[in-house]
């Protein structure tokens, strides 16, 4: 593996790192927003990564998944809120939810825009992509090498591919994704039964995410190629 290819896999993880603390800064922001400062006063509304590294989740988790299968994915502590706090009881908690979604929808069509006006051809641009999209770092490293234009262009369609993937997969509707909030929302469930999913929730997440690991992965690819041929 060539310095370039190291250097991208620096990039890589780092990217995630930040998209994860973006993703719940965003939802701290929202809750102060309408009403809740929870996050403020536990000094979460901040990018210092010391204050949302979760040492599993952050860390270990990711670097431990990149080296067993080239992938990596992970989380930062939650931000803290309390619901009882905002003006809306009903909607303020789905408002909330969707804080980190969209920042990280808001963050990876910036950059596919910015990454559009790069003046490097629509091939260099399509082997970056490729090269991200199925982790091979030779081939990116081939494609942006001697080139700062794609250099950039590699390193923005990364904050893409990881923004995209947090968006999309926080939006599946289990306990504790983002999603479930607009599921309590437009269901009545019971406060018991909300507890119990809560409490439960990633069990019944990491069973949702092996049945139904090809749709999820099509989808997810779907919307990576969406924002991809935006830069194009």
């Given amino acids: 593996m060539d310095l370039n290819s190291i250097i991208l896999i620096g990039f890589y993880i780092a ?31 901040n990018f210092n990564p010391i204050k949302h590294i979760d040492i599993w989740g952050s860390i270990i988790v990711p670097f431990a998944m990149f080296i067993s299968t080239g992938f990596a994915f992970g989380w930062a502590k939650p931000v803290p809120y309390n619901p009882y706090n905002l003006k809306n009881q009903k909607w303020g908690p789905v408002a909330v939810a969707f804080g980190g979604p969209g920042a990280n929808i808001a963050i990876a069509l910036i950059s596919a825009i910015i990454a559009k006006i790069i003046p490097i051809s629509t091939a260099v641009k399509m082997a970056i992509i490729s090269g991200i999209a199925g982790t091979s770092w030779e081939q990116l490293s081939a494609a942006i090498s001697g080139s700062v234009g794609s250099i950039f262009f590699a ?51 990491l069973l949702f995410i092996f049945i139904f690991s090809k749709p999820l992965g099509i989808f997810l690819n779907f919307m990576l190629n969406i924002f991809f041929s935006l830069a194009l």
């Fill in 15 to 45: 990217i995630l790192i930040y998209t994860i603390i973006i993703h719940e800064v965003a939802h701290g922001f929202v809750a102060l927003w309408l009403g809740d400062p929870t996050a403020k006063y536990a000094g979460r509304l």
């Fill in 155 to 205: 390193i923005l369609m990364i904050v893409i591919f990881w923004n995209v993937l947090l968006a999309f997969f926080n939006l599946i509707p289990f306990p504790p994704l983002d999603g479930s909030k607009l599921l309590f929302a437009f269901l009545p469930i019971r406060t018991e039964i909300m507890i119990m999913l809560e409490q439960y929730g990633f069990i019944l997440l």
